[in-house]
Structure formats: structure tokens, C-alpha cells
């Protein structure tokens, strides 16, 4: 069962979204996992509508 405290309810308005990342290891100092991130976020933007 997902968390209802994080359902989107207005879809029209901005949302923001955040990351936590484990023992705050330096996730985008590489470009490869950089990378990873934009063409997930590319993909949502072609495929399902996300504005950014």
C-alpha cells in the first residue's frame, strides 16, 4: 500500500520533490548517474506529461 500522504490531489498546481540519498553519498558528482536521473525525468516529460 503506497503512502496516501503523498498522493498528488491537484495536479494543476507545482509539487516539489525530494531525494534522500544513503549515508549522503556525492550521487551527481559523476555524469553517469547524472545522467540517469535527466533521461528518467526526458522520459516522464515525452511519455507522461511531466512539466518541469
Known amino acids: ?3 496516501s500522504r503523498y ?3 491537484e495536479p494543476s498546481k507545482p509539487h516539489f ?3 534522500t540519498v544513503l549515508e ?3 550521487v551527481f558528482t559523476r ?3 547524472a545522467n540517469i536521473l535527466l ?3 526526458q ?3 515525452e ?3 511531466l512539466l518541469l
Open 7 to 9: 498522493t498528488i490531489t
Open 43 to 45: 522520459y516522464q516529460r
Open 31 to 33: 555524469p553517469e548517474t
Open 1 to 3: 500500500m503506497g503512502r
Open 39 to 41: 533521461d528518467c525525468w
Open 17 to 19: 520533490l525530494t531525494y
Open 47 to 49: 511519455h507522461m506529461g
Open 24 to 26: 549522503w553519498q556525492p
